[in-house]
């Protein structure tokens, strides 16, 4: 069934009934083009973190981690399978489309994919952190997204996300009661993607966000980030590591502030001019272009309709 508004006033007081909106739906363009934007941003960022796991394959210490970083590659890619279809159904851009852009640099991904994985420590902390703060957002999301489609495509990858954050704590659990070296490892990691990590829930939500207005997301950018400093700082700080804030303070209630927050690294990856934009988009358009031959094998294959 198709549903139509006939104001945007008709339409908001709709979600803000609870209602969920559906492919199908006379939705409000402005709408449409606000939740493809969010959703292909969050595909194209499944898609960039699988490319760094899949780097990790050969480099993996260990059997037991090889698996691990195995699975996780399987289900950032599926992640971004799943978005892309999500996304291509709303009509704006094909999934080609959308995967010539990203390669062409003309689109954007999470801030924490612009980085470089240096170390084993590196991957640890991401797992730990970055996997933490990216589902912590998604949940968010979820609790309350009124775009249907987007929302039970979430269900499943905030499941798997949940594993990953588990995976990461087992990590970083071993690799805190290891030897002084692996302890350097993973402090010499932190230092690199505290900040990183936090940057991802994005600066303060402005007053009149479309996305919180229209029950895309949940919570306020600043709220979201608070929560993930308050969980992260003690327990790293429990396991003997030193977060990174030379302004760090804690209140009389027992609250955490990491002090002034410098948005300058967060506003060059959007502009895709991290540390490793370059190299990374240039990767994974090389990658695009070498599996051609599977796509066009694919079409070939296709039994016409
Ligand atoms: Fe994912
Ligand atoms: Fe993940």
Redesign the pocket.
């Known amino acids: 069934m198709t549903r139509s508004w006939n104001t945007m006033e008709d339409f908001e007081a709709f979600l803000n009934d609870g209602g969920i909106v559906e492919v199908d739906d006379a939705m409000p363009e402005d709408y449409r083009k606000a939740v493809f934007t969010f959703i292909e941003m969050h595909a194209n960022s499944?898609l960039m973190?699988g490319l760094t796991e899949r780097d990790w394959i050969p480099k993996t210490p260990g059997l037991r981690h090889k698996m691990s970083v195995l699975a996780k590659t399987q289900?950032?890619i599926g992640?971004g399978h799943l978005l892309y279809m999500v996304a291509a159904d709303m009509g704006i851009k094909t999934r080609t489309e959308m995967l010539e852009d990203l390669f062409a640099g003309k689109s954007r991904f999470h801030n924490v994919f612009h980085y470089k994985a240096e170390t084993w420590g590196d991957q640890v902390a991401i797992a730990f952190l970055v996997d933490a703060a990216?589902l912590a957002s998604q949940q968010a999301v979820f609790k309350n997204c009124s775009y249907g489609p987007y929302r039970r495509i979430l269900k499943r990858?905030i499941s798997?996300?949940g594993f990953?954050m588990r995976l990461g704590e087992d990590r970083m659990m071993r690799i805190a009661n290891g030897t002084d070296l692996q302890r350097e490892l993973f402090q010499g990691a932190l230092d690199r993607w505290f900040w990183p990590s936090l940057q991802l829930f994005g600066p303060d939500s402005k007053p009149g966000d479309l996305l919180l207005r229209w029950h895309i997301k949940s919570e306020r950018n600043e709220v979201l980030r608070d929560r993930w400093v308050q969980k992260f700082v003690p327990l790293l700080q429990s396991y003997g590591f030193s977060v990174p804030c030379p302004d760090l303070t804690q209140d009389e209630d027992g609250r955490w502030d990491v002090g002034p927050i410098d948005w300058e690294p967060l506003k060059a990856t959007l502009a895709q001019g991290g540390p490793d934009s370059k190299r990374r988009i240039e990767q994974a358009a090389r990658n695009w272009e070498r599996t051609q031959w599977v796509r066009t094998a694919m079409d070939e294959l296709a039994v016409p309709a």
Do not use: F
Request: aromatic share 0%; glycine share 10%.
């Open positions: 499944e973190g289900d950032e992640h990216a990858i798997e996300e990953h």
